[in-house]
């Protein structure tokens, strides 16, 4: 039985995805290679700096730690400028009935995302005092796989991990959740995401029936 939730921000809550893939191709554009949907995936849930590297390798570009602190600096600049403008109209179909499911059920929830732009995105969309906890990139030393963010989630919700559920789009995430003996529901295509222990298209398929099976 569910007793605390915790979300993945980024491609669960809102669709901030497309953006982080502009802006990281716009750079490999920049480095003169090409940088794809594809290839993106293994960036997602990943923090700036191992993205980063990450794209560095697929381009096969050797760069200075001087040179990437300016490269992803450039790149968080445009991310900022593209998610600058957003509201809460860009909270994806689902979400906010579930939130207020889960609140009527009295079900706490948190927020784990590897974003240090998290904060800044919850309060453009209206969500950052929805939350019963916000751990971020800002907060953790070890970035998914590693199941720190979710661990911490959990504590602060003051909740056994074997209690919680996770919702995740992204690989690093759904491993970061198992990692931390969570229940991980995939956000997404089964056969783009391995690992999860059930699967939904989008939040609209998920409510607090589905959850306690
Ligand atoms: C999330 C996204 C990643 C992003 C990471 C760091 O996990 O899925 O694509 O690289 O956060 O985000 P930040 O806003 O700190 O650059
Ligand atoms: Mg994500």
Request: one cysteine or more.
């Amino acid at each position: 039985k569910p007793q605390a939730v915790l979300f993945d921000l980024d491609g669960v809550i809102v669709d901030t995805a497309k953006h982080h893939f502009k802006a990281w191709k716009d750079l490999a554009d920049e480095l003169g290679f090409t940088f794809t949907e594809n290839d993106n995936e293994r960036l997602k849930g990943v923090s700036r700096m191992d993205s980063l590297n990450i794209l560095l390798n697929i381009g096969n570009i050797n760069k200075s730690d001087e040179e990437k602190e300016y490269l992803a600096a450039k790149k968080n600049e445009r991310y900022v400028a593209a998610i600058s403008q957003m509201d809460e109209s860009e909270i994806l179909p689902g979400v906010v009935r579930f939130l207020n499911e889960l609140e009527e059920n009295n079900i706490p929830y948190a927020l784990g995302s590897a974003s240090k732009n998290a904060p800044k995105i919850l309060k453009q969309i209206g969500l950052f005092d929805a939350f019963n906890a916000i751990v971020d990139g800002n907060t953790i030393s070890k970035a998914k796989p590693d199941p720190e963010v979710f661990l911490k989630g959990a504590e602060e919700l003051s909740v056994h991990p074997e209690s919680c559920v996770v919702f995740e789009d992204a690989q690093s995430g759904i491993e970061a959740g198992k990692k931390a003996g969570m229940y991980v529901v995939g956000v997404g295509d089964p056969d783009v995401l391995k690992g999860a222990d059930d699967y939904i298209k989008s939040m609209e398929e998920m409510s607090v029936k589905r959850l306690k099976g």
